[in-house]
């Protein structure tokens, strides 16, 4: 039996929804949401399925960014995947935006940095088995630049797009 994941991220105003079948992206629709996700989220989530013949007896789990972001773009993602995978008898899970972020990098220390508004940034660092190596922040980013481990590969998101960036600390 094939392994389906319906994963959502619903952290900000850009949101995303992917189907993964056995490790393998099968499509990812991005969303632009600014006034939340709450009225699209489940009418975009059920013509992606459709499209690709999936039914909710088949999918596997659900799993969903957990943060950083907004509060209520949080809320909304994780609300969805615990009742999709409660109603369905799948399991659930919660994934860092940061760690997934950090996913996209190559080196051995990944630093994972998004936007947090106001001056700020969240961030976290992890190893390349995306092991978190110290506590998420928030804060003033030339002061999270500076609590870097030398080497460390900086891995953002820009317009949607991950980022990396070698590290001079």
């Known amino acids: ?22 490790g393998v992206t099968v499509e990812e629709v991005e969303i632009h ?12 989530l ?6 690709h013949g999936w039914r909710w007896e088949l999918v596997s789990g659900y799993a969903a960014a957990s943060g950083p972001g907004s509060f209520t773009g949080v809320r909304i993602g994780l609300a969805a995947v615990k009742g999709l995978a409660e109603a369905s008898g799948s399991r ?7 760690q997934g972020i950090a996913s996209f990098g190559t080196a051995e220390v990944r630093a994972a940095v998004i936007d947090a508004r106001r001056g700020e940034v969240y961030g976290a660092v992890f190893g390349a088995g995306l092991a978190a190596l110290g506590e998420e922040s928030v804060g003033p980013l030339e002061r999270w630049l500076d609590g870097l481990p030398p080497g460390a590969e900086i891995v953002t998101t820009t317009d949607r797009k991950s980022t990396r960036l070698n590290s001079s600390h």
């Open 92 to 98: 659930a899970a919660a994934v860092s935006t940061l």
């Open 1 to 22: 039996m094939k392994t389906r994941i319906v994963a959502l991220d619903t952290t900000s105003e850009f949101g995303s929804i992917a189907l993964v079948e056995d």
């Open 46 to 51: 059920q013509r992606l399925l459709q499209r």
């Open 33 to 44: 949401s600014p006034e939340g996700f709450g009225h699209v989220l489940f009418p975009q």
